[in-house]
């Protein structure tokens, strides 16, 4: 009889013994199943490919959209944060619609608050300063050129109140609150406007029919809060009632010293002026922490709505890796049958579908935080003003619906090729 | 070692029971060497899935090493096919996309034994097999005949008790599928117990005892003390 060769060349089967192996047999291990899994992905890098591709857009654009709506909450936070820190409000009126009270039925108006209301406030020990404000439009002119603008009545402390800043020369004096002292500070586009190049401090304008002098030029600030400081004109509060012939602010503006003392601080404001206008509660007092806490849960809600409507698409990449899990087990029908025969539990092969998808999600959504880390780089890149970045409940979530999505979706095709018919999947039936 | 009482097995094929065995009654011992032969439709693919469980008779029992292994859940089922049981098909059934060396790992690692008694053992069979040279190859580029031998290796990594073929040489040529027989006869010197399926006579009449079937029973026996 004819040996074959490679007995022939001296390898000697008998080396290999036959004694029980002493090796313990266990489960198989963790790597081993991350290994053999990705083998198999790496064995059809189209249908890899594409399925990651799918999940990584989900994991994207909820990266993405949530990073929008983030932007805007903080753009909005900000935008408030930088009108004044610890902001309590009061403005006339009530605006609850509580029906007819009495004096509406005599045909009387929400009773004015006077320059002596605003001074009081100051009583309370939870209030740092005030700033009443008086708002009305007049023709400003200097020599012939003349514009309206909007005259912002108030006193020394709006500056800090309000977080302004100066520019060029100085802000309204300190001093009585019904001093109407004639003079003026301007914006920044108005002194453009009509001094040009020319030195503005120290000059003369006319507001309606009284001379200003110019003592100081704002900052230029851009707009907060649809009120462009460029284009406003402030003076004294008293001047200003002179000049529209009212006695009534239309806000005062109260910081509290802190914090803690909002609180504290509208109770006071609600209290002292529930006194001085006999009883009566004609006054609102508004936080701007509450209207901020409003905003804020507006834009949230928003954001996580906006993250729900985008991780669909991840729902939609689950399916796409069910359908092709499912043909990747029928395309692989023989290899799970000759991993029976050699010994694979039904539950092993299950694990090593579940391990293929779970790499897959895993990488996918990896790959897909980068897509909308750098998409999220660009929109900032374009609109600086707003600080986009996804919140990191978003990321997590994005990442935890991935791999939920791949792994639960992938249960039917793994209980699939688990429980196939080991005679006939070796037939490739 | 292999001990089949009253085997039957049927399948429903439309509304009707096809019996692909009926009683088989069947005794192996530890070492033999045993063909299984008979026509096509015979019943002796069956016969040797049940063997191997990977299939379960519909009645009977089966005792494998002294122990009644027909009512095994399936993950028993497959830990005894890991520890005792090695399978050398008619169509290799390697997988494609590994190389000859992790294709021979293969068993190991749906074992867990550890990646150091892995490399060696499969180092070690790769030269008894005269398969160094090849172990890098995917099976696309082996040939039959090297083909057959990865899966003889992957058969036997496990150290089996029981090697179970499938018609094993009936996609190779005849001088390859001489070379293919004499490895299994190898091992069946170092008391593997060698169960094979063929129906070609020349092939079957090399074991020590031939089995024939026709429609599901066995016919005939004949004991031969033919060339080792």
Redesign the interface.
Known sequence: ???????R?G???????????N?V?????LI?IVQ?AS??L??SPARTLLMMLAMSIGVAAVVVLTALGEGARRYVVNQFSSLGTNLVIVLPGRTETAGLGPGMLLGQVPREISLDDADALLRSRAVKRIAPLTIGSATLSRDALNREVVVLGSTSDLLEVRHMSIGIGKFLPPGDIHESASVCVLGNQIRRELFGNEQAVGQWVRLGDRRFRVIGILASQGESMGMRTDELVIVPVASAHQLFNTSGLFRVLIEANSREVIEQAKRDAEQIMFQRHGGEKDVTVITQDAVLATFDRILTALTMAVGGIASISLAVAGVLIMNVMLIAVSQRI??I????????????IRNLFFAEAALLSAIGSASGLVLGYTGSAIIGQIYPSLPVSPPWWAVLAACGTALGTGILFSVWPARRAARLD??AA?AGR | MIELNRVSRSFTVGDQQVGALRDIDLSIAAGDYVSIMGPSGSGKSTLL?LI?L??RPSSGTYKLDGGDVTALS??QQ??????K?G?V?QSF?L????TAAMNIE??L??????PA?RKARVE??L????LTDRADHRPDQLSGGQRQ?VAIA?A?I??P?VLLADEPTGNLDQ?TG??VM??LE??V????TLILVTHDPVIGGRAHRQIHMVDGQITGENKSSA?L
């Open positions: 009889m004819r040996r074959c060769e490679f007995i060349t390898h000697d089967l008998r080396a290999n013994e036959f004694a029980p192996t090796a047999i266990s489960a198989m291990k081993d053999f083998g198999s790496r064995g023989k290899e049958g000759l991993l029976k025969a050699l010994g694979a539990p039904a539950k092993q080991p005679v070796l | 899935n191997g990977l299939d399936d993950e497959a830990r005894v096919r890991s520890e049981i399978f098909f059934h997988v494609p996309r590994l293969l068993p690692i749906l074992a867990g034994i550890s008694e070690k069979l030269e008894n097999y005269g031998r992957r036997t496990m150290h008790a001088t001489k070379e004499n490895l190898q091992l010197e170092q008391n593997v060339e």
